[in-house]
T-cell receptor, first 111, second 114 residues
């Protein structure tokens, strides 16, 4: 199993819809989880951190399921500007500064 | 808002030439990173740097690559003899602490090797 796995998508949803995608991780000892957003040809930017069961920030909700070893990102009332690639990061505890990004899930919001 | 700055934004070089990419991390951050992203592919970890030495490196970061922090502000990535497959976007990032996945990225330096 890969360290961090994401469905590459693309997810193509209409504006206003709710969309969710998951990131599975292999290291059960992981304690912190992050979602980044990357616009086309731009740098990744931190979207949300998840340290316990979940986190909510406006239209965005991140949930952690430790038993099944995945985190999810839910976007409600999606906007055209939400179109981007969403990257999952699960830092290792054993080599904490080797921070690996998932390959990302592409989201496209259509008018 | 403090930010990570990278120069140059785009560099074109001939195969076999040396390239130095420069980064100024956020001033109170302690950990520095280089990542690369080949067009259409994932963001790949190259190296992390702390306390003036390499903390971790990936298998991509071979002897052709080196990093240094020559003057306490700049953080550089050197590629000694560029290959065609080194063409990519190179992102510098910094973070405040260890183990934090909260990285702040620069806008990247696009390297094109001809």
């Amino acid at each position: 199993r890969k360290e961090v796995e994401q469905d590459p998508g693309p997810f193509n949803v209409p504006e206003g819809a709710t969309v969710a995608f998951n990131c599975t991780y292999s290291n059960s000892a992981s304690q912190s989880f992050f979602w980044y957003r990357q616009d086309c040809r731009k740098e990744p930017k931190l979207l949300m951190s998840v340290y316990s069961s979940g986190n909510e920030d406006g239209r965005f909700t991140a949930q952690l399921n430790r038993a099944s070893q995945y985190i999810s990102l839910l976007i409600r009332d999606s906007k055209l500007s939400d179109s981007a690639t969403y990257l999952c990061v699960v830092p290792r505890r054993s080599s904490a500064s080797k921070i690996i990004f998932g390959s990302g899930t592409r989201l496209s919001i259509r008018p | 808002e403090p930010e990570v700055t990278q120069t140059p934004s785009h560099q074109v070089t001939q195969m076999g030439q040396e390239v130095i990419l420069r980064c100024v991390p956020i001033s109170n951050h302690l950990y520095f990173y280089w990542y690369r992203q080949i067009l259409g592919q994932k963001v790949e970890f190259l190296v992390s740097f702390y306390n003036n030495e390499i903390s971790e490196k990936s298998e991509i970061f071979d002897d052709q690559f080196s990093v240094e922090r020559p003057d306490g502000s700049n953080f550089t990535l050197k590629i000694r003899s560029t290959k065609l497959e080194d063409s990519a976007m190179y992102f510098c990032a910094s973070s405040l602490g260890l183990g934090a996945g909260e990285l702040f990225f620069g806008e990247g330096s696009r390297l094109t090797v001809l």
